[in-house]
T-cell receptor, first 117, second 113 residues
Framework: DAGVIQSPRHEVTEMGQEVTLRCKPISGHNSLFWYRQTMMRGLELLIYFNNNVPIDDSGMPEDRFSAKMPNASFSTLKIQPSEPRDSAVYFC???????????????FGQGTRLTVV | AQSVAQPEDQVNVAEGNPLTVKCTYSVSGNPYLFWYVQYPNRGLQFLLKYITGDNLVKGSYGFEAEFNKSQTSFHLKKPSALVSDSALYFCAVRATGFQKLVFGTGTRLLVSP
């Protein structure tokens, strides 16, 4: 398996523009997570999905952020409008949740480095 | 609520010497504990995990970690450090019955030749 695939790897955009980050989880994984990494705040969980359904979006910083998972093989994180303080590395991770267990680890993508100028 | 503390921003060790990266956690119930490593401009790579059983867990690249319930710690160790081990290390915890994985702030390991 190619692992978790994120695109683009780098994104530079102007303040006010819409930004869409994409993620393809590992095939067969039924749980997907979006994290944001900054120097100041470290790794923050933004939102996670189980079986394509958003379970906990309490980490989404503002209404400008939205995430979707239309099917088991694709998720997007959208920022509209973007602001300079959104500059960070955004990671997607996926995990297989097996019935009766909760001990599987999450696998991370390479991340998208977002710069908003 | 779950939380993880990594008290050292950076750990310096000479190649060949043993290394320890510290981690303590706070969680209700039994914890699932994880260590990840991040190399520059890369995603996080899974190193090892503690779920249950033996308190000493062995993982990738010669790393191991010891779960200590009384001290709520899960320190990462390696008997002999390599320069190539230099990276950012994250400890993470997940509470039983929950899916949210909470990370520490990370510890930068610098192994000098």
């Amino acid at each position: 398996d190619a692992g978790v695939i994120q695109s683009p790897r780098h994104e530079v955009t102007e303040m006010g523009q819409e930004v869409t980050l994409r993620c393809k989880p590992i095939s067969g994984h039924n749980s997907l997570f979006w994290y944001r990494q900054t120097m100041m705040r470290g790794l923050e969980l933004l939102i996670y999905f189980n079986n394509n359904v958003p379970i906990d979006d309490s980490g989404m910083p503002e209404d400008r952020f939205s995430a979707k998972m239309p099917n088991a093989s694709f998720s997007t994180l959208k920022i509209q409008p973007s602001e300079p303080r959104d500059s960070a590395v955004y990671f997607c991770a996926s995990r297989e949740i097996l019935p009766g267990t909760a001990n599987t680890e999450a696998f991370f993508g390479q991340g998208t480095r977002l710069t908003v100028v | 609520a779950q939380s993880v503390a990594q008290p050292e921003d950076q750990v310096n060790v000479a190649e060949g010497n043993p290394l320890t990266v510290k981690c303590t956690y706070s969680v209700s119930g039994n914890p699932y504990l994880f260590w990840y490593v991040q190399y520059p401009n890369r995603g996080l790579q899974f190193l090892l995990k503690y779920i249950t059983g033996d308190n000493l867990v062995k993982g990738s690249y010669g790393f191991e970690a010891e779960f200590n319930k009384s001290q709520t710690s899960f320190h990462l160790k390696k008997p002999s450090a390599l320069v190539s081990d230099s990276a950012l290390y994250f400890c993470a915890v997940r509470a039983t019955g929950f899916q949210k994985l909470v990370f520490g702030t990370g510890t930068r390991l610098l192994v000098s030749p």
